[in-house]
């Protein structure tokens, strides 16, 4: 290996995965590259929000440190960014247009951007939307990390001008997800925070197939659900699931589900981290479908892809045992062989040591900071 490399990421949240998915996916990804050797300064903005939901404050696997604004974090961390190997910018970043110009005045020696939703973004920007992101912004990027990949790459470069795209999905951190042996609770689950435009494929896809399979028992896990869904009796509710829980959650489930945003199935090649966690935990995986899907898990093999309330239906009163272990099986291997932390830190430092560093630039008053 390459000597360690010093990396500096602002992102939206890692100590907090209350109502956001971020949290776990720079989790699996920090805990990779500490494993590597690499040594990872995260740079969070201090809010209300996450503060008083903090399931992990004081992460084993890089420094974390908390800013409360655009000028703390410049008086605070202007030579860790000049002097870092790399400065990695996050999607949903608070006032990111303001963060984007001030750290790009720096002249880190690598700077990135990591969207964990390119799609939205995209949909975002073309609406002339930039609470996170000026379109202008995107040609100061070394390296565009993409949520998505396929076609999305290529748009990013033809259509926003990007100078490099590339594409890094979310991860599993293969070390906390595994079945834990319990019996089934749940013949169908779904682990999500509510989205508007999510609602109507799980009222299809779960709700709908409660109502339809009295017998049978449900959940549906995650915060912001609003109090007027009119949820089947068979139907449990959870309103937050530490990460720490999740595998769990999973293993108690003889089938789980995935729902996919609306921008995400619009641009495909766009995989949640769901996905991952609930393949790598052994449980058998419905979705809905989106183009790129069956590259990662192919239909049938590894995944059941459905397109109705039938479907499901289907799957759960018809799939025997052993075709369930099957399809969770392949499902497993193939996530455990690609979509770990692990493999995705080797991907991202990979596309860094590819980039060009920029000369440093002295500045008045720089300190050098110690290894």
């Known amino acids: 290996m390459s000597k360690p490399l010093n990396i500096v990421i602002l992102g939206l949240s890692l100590s907090s995965s209350w109502g956001n ?23 969070e903005r201090d809010v209300p929000w996450y503060a008083s939901h903090r399931d992990l404050p004081n992460p084993e696997f890089c420094d974390l440190q908390y800013y409360a604004s655009l000028d703390g974090l410049i008086a605070g961390h202007a030579d860790h960014i000049r002097q870092a190997d790399a400065v990695i910018i996050g999607s949903y970043v608070p006032e990111g247009v303001a963060v984007i110009g001030a750290v790009a005045a720096l002249s880190p020696q690598r700077l990135c951007f ?56 979310c991860s599993v951190d293969a070390d906390r997800y ?20 999510r609602q109507p494929t799980v009222e299809r896809l779960l709700i709908d197939v409660a109502r339809r399979l009295p017998d049978k ?40 589900l995935n729902v996919t945003r609306a921008d995400m199935i619009a641009a495909g090649w766009s995989p949640s981290v769901r996905l991952f966690e609930a393949a790598a935990c052994g449980t058998p995986i419905v979705s809905d479908h989106w183009r790129g899907l069956d590259e990662l898990l192919p239909h049938g093999e590894a995944i059941i892809i459905a397109h109705g309330t039938d ?34 830190a080797q991907e991202l430092v990979a596309a860094l040591l590819a980039l060009q560093p920029r000369a440093r630039v002295e500045h008045p008053g720089q300190h050098r900071i110690s290894a």
């Open 311 to 344: 479907d499901v239906v289907a799957a759960l009163s018809q799939t025997s045992d052993a075709r369930r272990q099957e399809l969770a099986a392949s499902a497993r291997s193939r996530v455990l062989a690609g979509h770990t932390g692990l493999a995705r």
């Open 21 to 43: 998915g971020h949290a776990t996916t720079f989790r699996a990804l920090l805990r990779g590259l500490h494993e590597q050797g690499h040594r990872v300064l995260f740079l």
């Open 217 to 256: 028992r449900f959940v549906v896990a995650g915060p912001q659900y609003p109090e007027d869904i009119d949820w089947p009796q068979n139907v449990d509710r959870i309103d937050h699931l530490p990460p720490a829980e999740h595998a769990s959650f999973y293993s108690r489930q003889r089938f789980t």
């Open 114 to 169: 990591y969207d964990i939703d390119t799609p939205v973004t995209l949909a975002r920007l073309d609406a002339g939307d930039e609470e996170y992101l000026a379109r202008r912004q995107i040609p100061l990027f070394d390296a565009y990390f993409s949520f998505s990949g396929g076609e999305v790459l290529d748009r990013l470069e033809k259509n926003y001008g990007s100078r490099n795209a590339v594409a890094l999905y």
């Open 178 to 197: 595994g079945n834990t042996g319990e019996a089934h609770q749940w013949d169908l689950g779904y682990l999500g925070t509510y989205s508007p435009d």
